[in-house]
């Protein structure tokens, strides 16, 4: 979710290069609703690195405190307006609550959900509405089918180009430099690791020019019941599960396959020029 405060964030005109401090831990004491109502205090910590960050180390290392702090000045309801017209909405079809943890990833949402809003990020900001089932046809003998049903794709621009593009370039480097390098093949790659709170559940969401793909590791019983700690998993013994360690290999091992028959193909975006380099 820290996606939808970033471009949020870029379309409000901050700088990628903008250094903000993320300590380990901080309580922040400023947040309000959409209807202006304060929220009390709310405390954040990281798990991977902290210390001065910008856009690209602070979500190359996904960093909880570095993105909380960005949006004490990006408007939440702009966050939530992205977000929901990419497609994402709660896994039960309700909007999206807007509250502090929503920069974290607090609302629960589907792989599909996820998978859409990626793909819009490559699509320059361009969001199609994702289906389960792209068309049904009734089987009428050999070769010949007759179709039953297909699926009409709407398309609508969520955000402009640049914005898109500049956060496609700023994923790209989570890929390159940061917690998601363990998803590499041989195709320019983007994307996010997500761990959430005690190891409920890890995802990696991503996508490479042609494909977008999200990948959710839990236990459908319940995460934080059933947490990813101290499992055996095909022999090897699991002391904690990230994004990076289970959901990361599931997405490289699928997007290998996916991308089979597709021919290479490199990012083509516009990113604003002076953006375009790691800093």
């Known amino acids: 979710f820290k996606v939808f405060t970033m471009m949020a964030a870029l379309e409000n005109g901050t700088s990628p290069f903008k250094t903000i401090n993320s300590p380990a831990k901080k309580t922040f ?20 690195r902290s210390g001065p960050m910008n856009m690209y180390t602070g979500t190359a290392y996904s960093v909880n405190t570095y993105y909380v702090g960005l949006a004490e000045f990006t408007p ?62 009734r089987f009428k003998g050999r070769d010949t089918r007759e179709p039953i049903y297909k699926t009409e794709v709407t398309c609508n ?9 500049t956060a496609a370039r700023i994923l790209v ?11 590499q093949f041989d195709r320019p790659v983007a994307g996010k690791t997500v761990t959430t709170d005690s190891n409920a559940a890890v995802w990696f969401n991503g996508f490479t020019p042609q494909v977008a793909s999200s990948v959710w590791v839990g236990d459908p019983r319940g995460g934080f019941r ?32 996916a991308h089979q028959d597709l021919p290479w193909q490199n990012f083509d975006g516009d990113p604003d020029p002076n953006l375009m380099e790691f800093a």
């Open 76 to 137: 939440l309801c702009r966050m939530a307006e992205i977000a929901e017209g990419m497609g994402v909405t709660k896994g039960n079809g309700e909007k999206l609550e807007r509250v502090p943890s929503f920069r974290l990833g607090s609302n629960e949402v589907t792989p599909l959900g996820m998978a859409g809003a990626y793909a819009a990020i490559a699509n320059h900001g361009r969001y199609c509405a994702t289906h389960g089932i792209d068309s049904v046809e």
């Open 157 to 165: 621009q969520v955000v402009s180009e640049r914005v898109a593009d």
């Open 173 to 183: 480097n989570v890929v390159e430099n940061g917690t998601g390098r363990a998803v």
């Open 29 to 48: 004491y400023n947040f309000r609703g959409c209807d202006g109502a304060r929220f009390p205090p709310y405390e954040v910590e990281n798990s991977t």
């Open 226 to 257: 059933y947490p990813l700690r101290n499992l055996v998993i095909n022999g090897t013994f699991v002391q904690a599960g990230f994004g990076s360690t289970l959901a990361g290999p599931v997405f490289r091992s699928s997007m290998i396959a």
